[in-house]
């Protein structure tokens, strides 16, 4: 059951604790980071929000400029489930890096409605686990969570004496779904790592829905064709949705005339109207997305089209967009189910350690293939 880490963890996620969130109860989604050995952590109280620091200690004396890592966490649990992901990158960094190259720190908070902001858990669990309010409720969290993670980067500098240089967001399951969100809306997150995250919530909502047998979805041949829109998906969200979620950013427009039309390049009309709205909003951003390819939760089906359409479109050799530097690596465990897995681990570990290598000018493009 979702919060079931807020439940016996609460104690703990207090500005005074000296609960080490190295103790936090260790979900079965982090099972890969048991073997990982901790790291320095501070708490801090920041426009009334529990934000823990990582790897502050490790740092050398008068260091002058740091990398942030923003790591959100999955539905259910809370800012120390990410302690050992934490540690992970860090340690995997120390023993890469060179004299010369970055600095970086961790940093954690909750998620709206979750840990030390828990309001009500009946609004973090699914439809078919009895909350009516799922859509919205879901889609207002992750949300939220990034507007308050965009605050935060503006009000952390206050609170530390060195400058923080870069800021990177890496985002778990309802993470994942917060880092695509800031990655589109946020021009300081210059890159991000979306574990078992979906770019679409339309499509990942309504095959939830259909899964889950919901009423709103089942009276309709195909099952989910009036979902949207329906009292379960209402139309205030869907104008959410259109606002702030990269399919529907990109895609909701193109959508409303076959249904397939993200499979099609852009007519040159489209073109002309997509490439600011991509270079406003990713612009020599750098994007690496894991997925489980038996992941029953967030299927990589419902991520898929969204992704082919946008590694097509910045595809350094023929994309449409191509010279906006903007790259997608797309990878697929096809062993993982809705997990962070030993297999995802390693992915994510040597593509942040490549990107804390690169200069700050490097300009090579890639696009990597699924492998599912």
Not at 45 to 52: E, F, M, S
Not at 143 to 157: E, R
Request: glycine share 8%; charged share 25%.
């Amino acid at each position: 059951m979702a919060g079931g880490s807020t439940f016996t963890w609460s104690h703990a996620l207090r500005l005074h604790s000296t609960l080490s969130p190295f103790s936090s109860p260790l979900p079965t989604t982090h099972s890969a980071f048991n073997n990982v050995e901790p790291v320095s952590w501070r708490r801090l109280n920041i426009a009334g929000l529990l934000v823990t620091l990582y790897g502050l200690q490790e740092l050398p004396p008068n260091v002058a400029e740091v990398t942030v890592l923003w790591l959100l966490h999955g539905r259910g649990d809370t800012q120390d489930s990410m302690a050992y992901t934490a540690a992970a990158f860090l340690n995997a960094w120390t023993s890469k890096r060179k004299p010369s190259q970055k600095h970086f720190i961790c940093v954690t908070i909750d998620q709206r409605n979750h840990g030390s902001r828990m309001i009500d858990n009946t609004a973090n669990v699914s439809w078919k686990q009895g909350n009516p309010s799922h859509g919205p409720d879901m889609f207002s969290h992750f949300s939220g969570t990034a507007l308050d993670v965009s605050h935060l980067i503006s009000l952390l500098p206050s609170y530390l004496p060195f400058k923080l240089a870069h800021h990177i967001c890496a985002g778990v399951s309802l993470g994942g779904h917060a880092t695509w969100q800031l990655l589109m809306s946020d021009s300081r997150i210059e890159a991000g790592i979306v574990v078992i995250g979906c770019p679409d919530y339309t499509r990942l909502m309504t095959d939830r829905a259909i899964r889950g047998k919901l009423s709103t979805c089942m009276s309709t041949d195909p099952p989910g064709r009036d979902f949207s829109g329906s009292a379960d998906f209402p139309p205030s969200l869907l104008a959410m949705i259109e606002e702030r979620d990269p399919a529907g950013i990109l895609l909701g427009e193109l959508d409303t005339v076959t249904g397939d039309d993200y499979l099609h390049t852009p007519s040159a009309a489209e073109q002309e109207r997509l490439r600011p709205i991509l270079e406003r909003r990713l612009k020599g951003k750098k994007i690496l997305c894991v997925s489980g390819g038996k992941d029953r939760l967030v299927p990589y089906e419902c991520a898929q089209p969204f992704l082919g359409w946008l590694k097509r479109a910045v595809d350094p050799r023929e994309g449409w967009a191509r010279g906006l530097r903007i790259e997608v690596e797309d990878i697929v465990d096809s062993e993982g189910r809705h997990e962070f897995s030993k297999t995802m681990r390693k992915d994510a570990e040597r593509w942040l350690c490549a990107y804390l290598a690169r200069d700050d000018d490097d300009g090579e493009i890639y696009v990597r293939e699924s492998k599912l």
